[in-house]
């Protein structure tokens, strides 16, 4: 039995999940990064962002570990507007820039619970990416 399908159907709109999913997703790992790399400058979340990094990466950067937090900020802030941009090669970057940090914490010790959250965040960034694919350009395709 040969099952034929309407090829003028129009891709999901605006009220699809997965659209909706996309967006949500695009907006919160492209808002979130940029306010946590202005904080490396600022240190309005945390008194000492510094604590957060492995002595043996402290090591590998030039300078000290407050130029290596604001190196992570600047690097956190063109992600996060990558995201914004261009979610198709934004997303895996945040994605990657995730599990950099959770080998970091890990490494420094102590902090697993948030090496963690940030597994679970870096999931969420992988899903992102496959979204992005599925949304060209941030709007809904139509089906051939």
């Known amino acids: 039995m040969t099952v034929h399908t ?5 891709a999901p709109s605006t009220t699809d ?5 996309f967006w949500a997703l695009r907006l919160g790992f492209g808002v979130l990064p ?3 790399g202005l904080d490396k400058f600022a240190n309005i979340l945390t008194e000492d962002w510094t604590r957060y990094l492995a002595p043996v990466v402290n090591d590998l950067v030039p300078g000290d ?4 937090m604001n190196m992570v900020g600047v690097i956190e802030i063109i992600a996060g507007i990558a995201v914004l941009v261009f979610p198709r090669l934004g997303a895996p970057l945040v994605a990657a820039w995730l599990g950099g940090i959770i080998i970091n914490l890990l490494l420094v010790g102590g902090y697993g619970d948030i090496a963690l959250r940030d597994f679970g965040l870096m ?9 992005a694919w599925a949304y060209p350009n941030g709007l809904p395709t139509r089906k051939p």
Do not use: M, W
């Open 123 to 131: 999931a969420a960034a992988l899903v992102l990416t496959r979204l």
């Open 65 to 68: 570990a407050q130029t290596a």
């Open 34 to 36: 940029i306010l946590f």
């Open 17 to 21: 999940p997965g659209y909706q999913a």
């Open 6 to 10: 309407d090829r003028n159907q129009h």
